[in-house]
């Protein structure tokens, strides 16, 4: 059974750092194509990051310069190093994954998702 689990997040001052972890697990697993979400309450889930399976990466324009999506192809894992951190960034954040499995039909899954919160 393929698995994709969050890691990270939590509480952070403003100006702080933080980063996410997005692992994929299950038998003969490839995470391809990775997609950071956030959704704060009372607004819809924004597009933040996403890289490609070759390392192609698109940030939010709202995130360019303070935020890095990166993987890690041995460990099957996404990562989003956030930096310089802002209280508008406060929301869940969610990883959406396009996984691979030998012999099996390839799906995108969901994270199950991590509060971030900036605040003082």
């Known amino acids: 059974q393929v698995q994709l689990v969050q890691s990270g997040g939590g509480l952070v001052q403003p100006g702080g750092s933080l980063r996410l972890s997005c692992a994929a697990s299950?038998?003969?697993?490839?995470?391809?194509?990775v997609s950071w979400y956030r959704q704060a309450p009372g607004k819809q889930r924004e597009l933040v990051a996403t890289i490609t399976d070759s390392g192609d990466t698109n940030y939010a324009d709202d995130v360019k310069g303070r935020f890095t999506i990166s993987r890690d192809n041995a460990k099957n894992t996404v990562y989003l190093q956030m930096s310089s951190l802002k209280p508008e960034d406060t929301a869940v954040y969610l990883c959406?994954?396009?996984?691979?499995?030998?012999?099996?039909?390839?799906?995108?899954?969901w994270g199950q998702g991590t509060q971030v919160t900036v605040s003082s």
């Open positions: 959406n994954a396009h996984i691979r499995q030998f012999l099996r039909p390839s799906n995108y899954y």
């Open positions: 299950g038998s003969g697993v490839h995470i391809s194509n």
